[in-house]
């Protein structure tokens, strides 16, 4: 289950969450997996089964144990994960039999419990009994479909749980306050979520060493050095909060620096995890002697000493961010305004060096909140976030066209009725005869070992103009529509020189319209196939689902709400 807005109640379950099922439901804590070849193996045709027993029957009596087994046929599209990369294989439909010996129930009734994944995500099969099977002379067969998971079981028991429908996915509730004396000691603060290091609640009692007048608790940077981590990460603590949809907001708390080190809050925070030797945003940042800087990610915008400030003792910090101006402010001092254009969203910020730092009174507010909705329907480029839209999925058919579904379940494309004339050129008139299925590398932006394809992997120039002159622009508007495999208008082609996508329905390319930003934003469109053009190369991230062009940094292709 993932709730990626827990203010509101929101949630997803996803179809692993059955998956999980097809073992946690028929095997209790401590059941043992059967060896391979006596019990667990691969498939004939591809996929692979375990077996499951209840601990301390290996040798009961012949017939009289339990089992559960576990079948899965998952094809490699469907199976590829971040890491590591995944050697190609294949799956097919196949009929398997089992011979169940030893002490195995071999005559009792087996419940046969089945999910299936479909491709396209409309013809789904979650966790459902579909079948029940005796066994003749201690063997059974089973007929069995490519993406599938199976339980064959001797067990009871196992329903699939209802669920209500969930709350509205709704955006951060604002303005927000929070003194932390409503959190239990030791726990983490509330939708706060820690990118480094370990932001803990302290109850002042719990350490007579704390200088500290304040009879309440606290919310306190704990870990005095990085973590042994698995990926490049922000090179100091920072926890971030709120929605990565807010534009403007003052963003503030009281800091206290218990002995050295530095206490920072920031805004417009963009990017701070996995993959970040530094964090993306504006930052305000004090150490104990006073010294400020005023930075966007590692740009310092201004700095200087701030007189006043109170040396192991509380102090406020307050970051105010509207349109272009920020504004930093110290203990409601007015310390610098500056004039930038990087960061237009993003999340608010607390942060510190590697030092015990306190932080109370956190507060967000005179927040406005920006979206993609001014420009209009239609695909658009937005902020890299977590939500559906902006997560895509990229399937790679057997003749080498692509497709790419969002996350919410609507396919990239253009629709059958915009298109104006029937276009009668080769795939190669475009894109020469470079177009090839994409192919997967290792990118080293950040996180070394995420996989990535990237479709300008070919050496050499990669603004070969392509012959485009006699060839009309056929449709402008980029839009998603349900999922239809077999329409050429959401069926993409990829030039691994030029790092283009082609649609085959009008041989257009997708493009970036770098003129039209609105609170950064960006309208996608139709443009010629142009190789070397940083408007229309594109790369995809498998970890994040995220699709990005080479003109926006920062932003992702995105589906619309």
């Not at 529509?481 to 082609?493: I, Y």
Request: glycine share 8%.
């Amino acid at each position: 289950m993932v709730a990626y807005s827990p203010w509101n109640g929101h949630y997803d379950v996803p179809g692993t969450a059955w998956a999980s099922a097809h073992t946690t439901q028929f095997a209790d804590p401590g059941w043992i997996y059967l060896n391979q070849g006596s019990g667990s193996g691969h498939l004939p045709k591809g996929g692979s089964y375990v077996t499951l027993i209840p601990p301390g029957s290996e040798n009961s009596a012949h017939g009289t144990i339990d089992f559960s087994i576990v079948i899965e046929t998952m094809s490699h599209d469907m199976s590829t994960c971040v890491r590591p990369d995944l050697p190609a294989y294949s799956v097919e439909k196949q009929t398997v039999t089992f011979n169940l010996v030893g002490g195995l129930k071999d005559n009792a009734p087996l419940y046969v419990w089945y999910t299936h994944f479909d491709r396209e995500s409309v013809k789904n099969v979650y966790f459902q009994q579909v079948a029940t099977i005796t066994p003749q002379n201690g063997q059974f067969s089973l007929s069995l479909d490519v993406d599938s998971i199976y339980t064959v079981t001797t067990t009871t028991g196992q329903r699939k749980g209802q669920y209500p429908t969930p709350p509205t996915n709704t955006i951060f509730p604002l303005p927000y306050y929070d003194d932390f004396s409503q959190n239990a000691n030791h726990s983490q603060a509330k939708y706060f979520t820690d990118q480094t290091g370990a932001f803990e609640i302290l109850s002042l009692t719990d350490s007579s060493s704390l200088r500290n007048s304040k009879p309440d608790q606290v919310l306190r940077q704990m870990s005095l050095g990085p973590s042994i981590s698995w990926c490049d990460e922000s090179s100091s603590p920072v926890s971030i909060i709120g929605d990565p949809r807010m534009c403007d907001v003052s963003v503030g708390a009281d800091i206290l620096i218990e002995k050295s080190g530095s206490a920072v809050i920031g805004g417009r925070v963009i990017s701070t995890g996995c993959g970040n030797t530094y964090s993306i945003g504006y930052f305000l940042s004090v150490d104990q002697n006073g010294y400020w800087t005023l930075s966007a990610g590692l740009e310092i915008l201004s700095k200087g000493k701030y007189p006043k400030f109170a040396i192991g003792d509380w102090n406020s910090l307050n970051l105010k961010l509207k349109k272009t101006q920020i504004r930093a402010f110290i203990n409601g001092d007015l310390v610098s305004t500056v004039t930038d254009t990087k960061f237009t969203r993003g999340w608010a910020a607390i942060g510190s060096s590697w030092d015990y730092v306190q932080f109370d009174n956190f507060f967000m507010e005179d927040a406005q909140y920006c979206n993609c909705g001014n420009l209009g329907t239609g695909v658009t480029m937005s902020f890299c976030d977590s939500y559906k839209a902006n997560q895509w999925d990229l399937k790679t058919d057997v003749d080498g066209t692509i497709r790419l579904r969002s996350n919410n379940s609507l396919c990239l494309g253009v629709a059958p009725s915009a298109l104006k004339m029937q276009v009668n050129q080769k795939h190669s008139d475009i894109l020469g005869d470079d177009y090839v299925r994409p192919k997967h590398r290792i990118h080293k932006r950040g996180r070394p070992q995420d996989i990535k394809v990237r479709f300008n992997d070919k050496k050499g120039d990669r603004r070969k103009p392509i012959d485009h002159h006699h060839h009309e622009q056929v449709a402008e508007t980029v839009t998603v529509l349900p999922c239809d495999p077999q329409q050429a208008g959401q069926q993409w082609r990829v030039s691994e020189l030029g790092g283009v996508l082609m649609n085959v329905a009008n041989f257009q390319c997708l493009a970036v319209n770098g003129t039209l930003f609105v609170n950064d934003c960006s309208r996608v469109s139709f443009a010629p196939c142009i190789h070397g053009s940083p408007d229309r190369l594109w790369s995809y991230d498998k970890l994040s689902g995220h699709l990005q062009n080479d003109i926006t940094d920062y932003l992702c292709l995105s589906a619309g709400a």
